[in-house]
């Protein structure tokens, strides 16, 4: 293994064409800058390269830590990672604030998801069904229950399900500490675009590194690919390399909750309101976040004022008092889904090529367990028993088992 190098916070000096890391990780978003910084510590010299490290998906997201209240039909077994990766945030939270220095604002506040009309509680009461299928044991309120613990409830609560495992944590802190973290562990930044990724002949289907918008090539021993919604045009790649993400479009808002109004909400707070789904996420720096649409629009990220409109709308049926609040952000952003909205995560059928990516709506949650597969993979070879069921190459088998 080569040994780490200087970090470069404005580009990558000196990157010519020919230069070489051991591990070159495309896309700086914070499943990008996890997998590179549990590379540099494992003593491989690491480039990220990405034109604005830090940014993507987390800086939209609210950060909810939902294992258990984002559980859906069909989706036992990547329950399973996300508890596992939710048992790793305080320990995670700890040593990334010690690396960088950086609080992410880790909250272990839990959750309360509720309804507010009879058709919500029944799906409300279907949720905890398949919850307790599942070995979860969340706690069921009556609604005078729900509003003792978040007395800025409507009344016309009906009921919920307080969900102490639940927690949250601040995507935006989360991806500057994953940045200084990279940087004091000697990852290199290439601030650059990628055009395409560098195979080693036509007949060698090897992935040697990346091709970069200005022609100059990064070399590398292992290439992953943590580009979220974004992939690459897959120039040159044979068919069904590339990962099957698509975008999928999310709205938030951001209001800030005066001295005078506080505390306003103590723990996340989340319900379905005519079958949309709305949470509000509270910081303990004040500010409070609404979110979000789910909309199958391609790369757009434009805020519409129907966003707008359906998310307060929403809210304010949850906590009406919300309205009095200041409105201080509106953004929109696109979420990795997947076939199965789960996580692809290894190799490809490209030596030399890995994935981590298709987070979906679990990035912020995942980012403790990804960057400690990644890192094993990265160092030995081999993922770690809880990831193998989420391999790139789990498509591929079903494609190939399809009759013709």
């Not at 099957?244 to 319900?271: D, E, H, M, W």
């Not at 379905?272 to 910081?283: A, D």
């Not at 309205?323 to 789960?342: I, K, Q, V, W, Y």
Request: charged share 20%; hydrophobic share 40%.
């Amino acid at each position: 293994m080569r040994t780490t190098t200087a970090a470069s916070t404005d580009g990558m000096e000196g990157a010519t064409s020919g230069a070489t890391s051991d591990v070159l990780v495309v896309g700086g978003g914070i499943i990008g800058l996890v997998t590179a910084w549990r590379a540099a510590q494992r003593g491989m010299s690491t480039t990220v390269v990405d034109p604005a490290p830090g940014g993507g998906a987390a800086r939209v997201a609210a950060g909810m830590l939902a294992a258990v209240t984002e559980l859906h039909y069909g989706e036992e077994t990547l329950l399973s990672l996300n508890l596992a990766s939710a048992a790793r945030y305080p320990s995670f939270a700890a040593e990334l604030a010690e690396a960088s220095g950086q609080e992410i604002g880790y909250r272990a506040c839990g959750t309360l998801a509720v309804a507010l009309d009879a058709d919500d509680r029944a799906h409300l009461r279907e949720l905890h069904a398949l919850q307790r299928r599942c070995g979860l044991d969340p706690e069921w309120l009556t609604g005078r229950e729900c509003r003792r613990l978040e007395p800025m409830l409507a009344p016309s609560v009906r009921g919920g399900l307080r969900v102490d495992g639940d927690h949250q944590a601040d995507p935006r802190r989360l991806a500057t500490a994953l940045l200084v973290a990279c940087e004091r562990a000697g990852v290199r930044f290439a601030r650059e675009r990628v055009a395409r990724l560098a195979l080693a002949t036509a007949a060698d289907e090897r992935v040697t590194g990346v091709v970069l918008d200005d022609g100059r090539e990064l070399s590398a021993g292992q290439t992953v690919l943590a580009t979220g919604a974004h992939g690459l045009d897959g120039a040159g790649l044979p068919p069904g390399v590339l990962p099957p993400v698509r975008p999928v479009k999310g709205q938030v808002l951001r209001l800030r909750v005066p001295p005078a109004y506080a505390p306003f909400l103590s723990r996340t707070v989340r319900a379905v309101v005519r079958g949309g789904h709305v949470y509000l996420v509270p910081r303990t720096n004040g500010e409070l976040v609404i979110g979000a649409t789910s909309e199958e629009m391609g790369w757009d990220t434009t805020v519409t004022a129907g966003g707008v409109y359906e998310l307060l709308r929403d809210a304010h049926e949850l906590v009406p008092g919300l309205t009095e609040l200041p409105l201080t952000e509106t953004c929109a952003g696109l979420r990795p889904g997947s076939p199965d909205n789960a996580p692809l995560l290894g190799p490809t059928r490209l030596a030399g090529l890995h994935l981590a990516t298709g987070h979906y709506r679990n990035g912020v949650l995942l980012t403790p367990v990804t960057g400690d597969a990644m890192g094993e993979l990265l160092a030995t070879g081999e993922l770690p028993e809880q990831a193998r069921p989420f391999t790139p190459r789990r498509f591929t088998r079903r494609l190939q088992e399809q009759p013709a």
